[in-house]
């Protein structure tokens, strides 16, 4: 069966990267047959979704500040329909993880994350999110934002260019394409369970920054 | 560096002679852990008029409970300095009116910049409850023949009926993650509490298992708008314990990327204070002009926000051809288009209401509290390191240090605007004349510093930024302390909120202009 | 054109078919939802018209890959917003929480009612046209203050109290600004009022007290509508998201549309009492440009001349920094309402002196 990929308007689908990541995602989510009217409210839906990613105005450091650059006028994210940032995590649709995130600040984070209304997504965004990046050896450092939360797209760097960011939030707009808002086959989670198992679109780099040991 | 050490009993008397024989700013309180000859500290002091520097130290050798005299009456900023020691070393301050941890939670097991910490998980997980409220200031004092003193004092901070809201940490107004816990009266500021360290990263500790090459890395994410600076603080110090020369070549090369970087964060500045006043149009225009700096960065160092640039020895790469005139050109366009930010806000009437007369820090206190770089310049001290303790080629190039005399925000803002032309000023008489030579010096993968205590200190985008090491004859250092720039002005802030309202907090924060993971670190 | 022949032409067909109860309740039916429908489209132009005039002015291009020129961005929002969750509260008042945000849409959408696009083309009018549209818009403030109150959450609660004070107090002065047009126009028909403006513009007739009363007018709108520079209510640096901090989804996206018609209704009432409603521009002794002008129809004229306000308030919420609720307040009890009680007796003189054109 020939399976439905996601369209873009900005990049053409071959020329991302990790698409075995994204098709095997699709196989999964596709197992069971969907009604022709169910999937294409799905497809409208999603269309709308995929177009509208509010995030959330969060950032500890640096990353933050290409976040701000990313919205400004040079490389203006508000392009591709992520317009709003919207300051209160209700309205949110996605968080963007910019910076580190340290043992006093996970369970402000964990509660903001815990705050906005699903659907919900989550962004790492450079090397300190994806895994502690240069401070990974420190005492009050977490290492990689997804043990405390589920990531669906890693973006690398130290800081992520612009250019990578606004590609990291195509990769989570083609993952928003293929999801299954109806018929709750999306998302098997269980509000007791603390975390629920990530789906992951873009490869976690093994170390995000520079290397600092030798 | 020299330290004199005095003796436990004699540190308030020496220190307070010292403050009235003028040294009246106090730079650095660095905590030290020096094993088996006690836990410490090292009081660095200047006098603001003389520039004069001295450098004492006083140190404990008990570890279970150890004790000290706290200074905080006599230089405000020590308040919160002695809080960061005791968060790290453990070591109680006797007089000090609030002795709570200041980085970590407070119910984090151990102080970890001890030599002896155990920094397992299992000892301090990652805990995904929320912080147990602690709202308690506690007081020590010392009691007759003893040592260390039974806590004398235990108040309530907030009460129970005050309409208490936490701004932060999550919160768009205070660039990051700060957070305040303010006590309100309708839309009135009348109790402060600031908490800091949700970006406490460790750094300092980090820093002592790495070679000195290694540090580096760090620098630049701390204040990452003064990432250059920083950097540049640290390579000096290291090339002063070194003994090397660098060639005038790498000299003029950071002195003229310190200022492009000054630029940059101002620039970055004046457009979040545009973003935190309403005006998002200033805002846009401020990122704007402020990717043609970005530009430049990464025509060389190949980085934008994060240069990496400074290595020990000189710069990592060398300027690229035609690289001048592109900076040329970008001095012309930002005087151009400062202009037209002024305009459209920093003249506005709006602005000038919101800010004028709004946080007011007086010269003394600024000293008091050692809030340098703009902000003390605004309040009428002259703090520039570049002029106090010229560094690379600030000794002969002619600038002016501006000077402005109300101390309230609108005031800083105008800091900035001077400071931009100032800087273009510099830029201008640096690029043509470039000497030809080598961009940096060979030195060896490892490094060993000497024994000794080492420090240098630049003029950062927002302040002093100073670094101090101590090394032991080792690859790597056995105590690294960076001076934050940001950690005076959250102090300050104490003070100078009182009675505002909270629109005025986002005024104040805005212009104050702190970056949270340098204070943190 | 005028629009009483189509609606007359309906109720006559319906008559023939019902009986006069029914007629009545389905032309009710009827007009509701030309109504809704017409609020959402209007909601819909101004979301996108917001977001392109704002990139315009800081340099940006705004929404461009959602649909040609990302005309279709905003519905890709509502589709959005359709399906988020919304969220319930632990301690909050529910049943407030969940009314605030139906408040706050019923009165813009009440107000919106009065609003002559034409000839004939106007829900609701009477004789005390304008009174009514004062009442319906002030009661907006009530679900604001609910809302605020409701949410449980200290930052919505210091947020609705900014608004209750500020909308409360600015609603004077633009009573006071209706008031001086209508002294004008010596009624209080909304109909009436436009009609009056026939033979020219009342920015015209009444020039200096009634271009005083236009400004007036434009900076107390556009602090009952809680926008820039008058945005405290959702301070967004200072209180996260004001009053709906804790509204998600569709509830949030009610407070969301309503902000954006009340820019549109605080707009287009400028237009029918200061600018002519939909009366073509009139300028006595050219005859003949009269006549090209009174070819264009009236509904042109309405939307084109409420769109113009629309933008001059655009560009002023784009351009300035936002007031401190202390001067907001002093500008409207120390300026504002002096000004406009004197402009008041300044329009009286006017027009007991026959000094009016």
């Given at each position: 069966m020939e399976m439905k990929k996601p369209y873009i308007k900005s990049i053409p689908y071959e020329e991302f990267k990790d698409n075995e990541t994204l098709e095997a995602l699709i196989k999964e989510l596709n197992k069971e047959r969907t009604n022709v009217v169910v999937g294409a409210l799905d497809d409208l839906i999603n269309w709308g979704r995929s177009n509208s990613l509010w995030s959330l105005t969060f950032a500890t450091s640096c990353c933050g500040i290409e976040f701000m650059s990313v919205g400004a006028a040079r490389y203006d994210f508000a392009r591709f329909g992520f317009e709003v940032t919207r300051n209160s995590p209700r309205q949110a649709d996605l968080i963007m993880v910019a910076g580190t995130i340290t043992h006093k600040m996970a369970p402000v984070l964990k509660r903001l994350y815990d705050q906005m209304a699903e659907p919900k997504y989550v962004v790492a965004v450079g090397g300190c999110a994806i895994s502690g990046g240069p401070f990974k050896g420190s005492y009050h450092v977490v290492n990689g934002v997804d043990k405390i939360l589920p990531v669906d797209v890693y973006i690398p760097g130290c800081p992520p260019r612009p250019e990578a960011i606004l590609y990291g939030m195509m990769q989570l707009q083609r993952k928003v394409k293929v999801e299954k808002f109806f018929g709750d086959k999306n998302r098997h989670q269980n509000p007791r369970d603390v975390r629920r198992e990530p789906i992951i679109v873009t490869n976690a780099p093994i170390d995000g920054c520079e290397k600092t040991d030798k | 560096m020299d330290i004199t050490f005095i003796d436990k009993k004699d540190v308030r008397t020496t220190l307070r002679k010292m403050r009235e024989g003028g040294m009246d700013f106090l730079r650095e309180l660095i905590g030290m852990d020096w094993g088996e000859e006690g836990l410490g500290v090292i009081y660095i002091l200047e006098n603001s008029c003389t520039h004069e520097v001295a450098h004492l130290a006083v140190r404990t050798t008990e570890r279970q409970r150890p004790a000290l005299p706290t200074v905080c009456d006599m230089w405000k900023i020590a308040e919160l300095y002695e809080r960061e020691v005791y968060d790290f070393y453990g070591i109680h301050f006797t007089g000090h009116p609030d002795m709570r941890r200041l980085f970590l939670r407070n119910d984090w097991e151990g102080f970890p910049l001890r030599k002896d910490y155990d920094a397992s998980e299992?000892?301090?997980?990652?805990?995904?409850?929320?912080?147990?409220?602690?709202?308690l200031q506690r007081s020590y004092e010392i009691e007759e023949d003893k040592e260390f003193a039974a806590i004398a004092k235990r108040e309530n901070f907030m009460h129970f009926d005050e309409y208490v809201i936490n701004i932060g940490p999550q919160h768009p107004a205070t660039h990051g993650v700060l957070r305040f816990r303010l006590a309100l009266a309708g839309e009135e500021i009348r109790k402060i509490d600031i908490h800091c360290g949700?970006?406490?990263?460790?750094i300092e500790k980090l820093c002592e298992s790495k070679t000195y090459p290694q540090l580096l890395a760090f620098t630049d994410r701390l204040d990452y708008l003064s990432a250059h600076q920083n950097r540049h603080a640290l390579c000096m110090c290291i090339e002063k314990a070194m003994g090397l020369e660098i060639t005038p070549r790498a000299q003029y090369i950071r002195t003229i990327m310190d200022e492009l970087q000054r630029i940059d964060s101002h620039l970055l500045m004046l457009s979040c204070a545009a973003m935190d006043l309403g005006a998002l149009t200033a805002f846009i225009y401020g990122f704007r002009d402020r990717e043609k700096v970005l530009d430049i960065f990464e025509e060389v160092t190949g980085g934008r926000l994060i240069q990496n640039y400074n290595i020990i020895g000189g710069v990592q790469a060398d300027i690229t051809a035609g690289w001048e005139v592109k900076v040329k050109d970008y001095c012309t366009y930002q005087l151009d288009k400062i202009k037209e930010f002024e305009d459209l806000f920093v003249k506005s009437i709006i602005t000038k209401n919101r800010m004028t007369g709004v946080g007011v820090l007086t010269r003394e206190e600024a000293i008091s509290y050692g809030a340098t770089g703009c902000t003390g310049r605004a309040a009428g001290w002259a703090c520039d390191v570049r002029k106090r303790h010229p560094y690379a080629l600030y000794g002969e190039v002619d600038f002016k240090e501006v000077l402005h005399t109300h101390g309230d925000s609108y005031d800083r803002v105008l800091m900035r605007i001077d400071e931009i032309k100032q800087a273009v000023h510099i830029i201008r008489q640096l690029i043509d004349n470039i000497p030809a030579g080598e961009y940096k010096q060979k030195t060896k993968p490892i490094i060993k510093l000497p024994e000794g205590r080492f420090s240098a200190s630049v003029e950062g985008s927002r302040g002093e930024f100073g670094v101090f090491i101590e090394s032991h004859g080792d690859k790597n250092p056995y105590r690294v302390k960076f001076r934050p720039m940001g950690l005076p002005l959250i102090a300050s802030m104490h003070k100078i909120l009182k009675g505002c309202k909270i629109a005025d907090l986002i005024t104040i924060g805005a212009t104050l202009d702190y970056v949270i993971p340098d204070i943190d670190r | 054109m005028d629009f009483s022949t189509i609606t007359t032409a309906i109720d006559n067909l319906l008559r023939t078919y019902m009986p006069e109860q029914a007629v009545i309740l389905a032309e009710c039916l009827l007009i509701a939802l030309c109504l809704v429908l017409a609020y959402v489209l209007f909601a819909i132009v101004m979301i996108f018209m917001e977001r392109k005039v704002c990139a315009a002015f800081q340099c940006r291009v705004g929404p461009m890959r959602v649909g040609y020129w990302g005309l279709l961005q905003v519905f890709a929002d509502v589709f959005k917003m359709l399906i988020k969750e919304i969220i319930s509260i632990k301690r909050s008042d529910h049943i407030l929480y969940s009314l605030a945000p139906y408040i706050v849409v019923m009165s813009s959408v009440l107000t919106f009612s009065c609003l002559p696009f034409a000839r004939g083309l106007q829900a609701l009018d009477f004789n005390i046209g304008v009174f009514f549209l004062m009442a319906a818009s002030s009661f907006g403030v009530l679900g604001i203050l609910l809302a605020g109150w409701s949410s449980n959450n200290k930052f919505s609660m210091i947020g609705a109290m900014r608004s209750g004070g500020q909308m409360i107090s600015y609603e004077l002065s633009v009573g006071l600004c209706m008031l001086t047009m209508v002294v004008l126009g010596g009624t209080m028909q909304i109909s009436a009022i436009v009609e009056s403006q026939l033979d020219g513009w009342f920015i015209f007739k009444g020039h200096i007290p009634a271009c005083i009363a236009f400004v007036i007018y434009l900076i107390a709108g556009n602090a009952e509508t809680n926008r820039a520079p008058f945005d405290l209510p959702e301070a967004e640096s200072e209180l996260?998201?004001?009053?709906?901090?804790?509204y998600s989804g569709m509830h949030f996206g009610f407070f969301y549309v309503a902000e954006f018609m009340n820019v549109f209704i605080v707009s287009a009432i400028a237009s029918t009492l200061f600018l002519g409603g939909w009366a073509p521009l009139y300028i006595p002794g050219l005859n003949a440009v009269n006549a090209v002008m009174g070819y264009i129809p009236g509904i042109v004229w309405m939307l084109g001349k409420t769109f113009f306000v629309i933008w001059l308030l655009m560009w002023i919420r784009w351009t300035f920094p936002r007031l401190r609720i202390d001067q907001v307040l002093v500008l409207e009890w120390q300026y504002l309402v002096p000004i406009g009680l004197v402009n008041l007796l300044l329009m009286t003189i006017c027009v007991v002196m026959g000094w009016t054109f």
């Open positions: - | 299992a000892i301090n997980p990652i805990r995904l409850t929320s912080e147990p409220p602690e709202d949700y970006i406490h990263r460790g | 996260t998201a004001g009053y709906h901090t804790e």
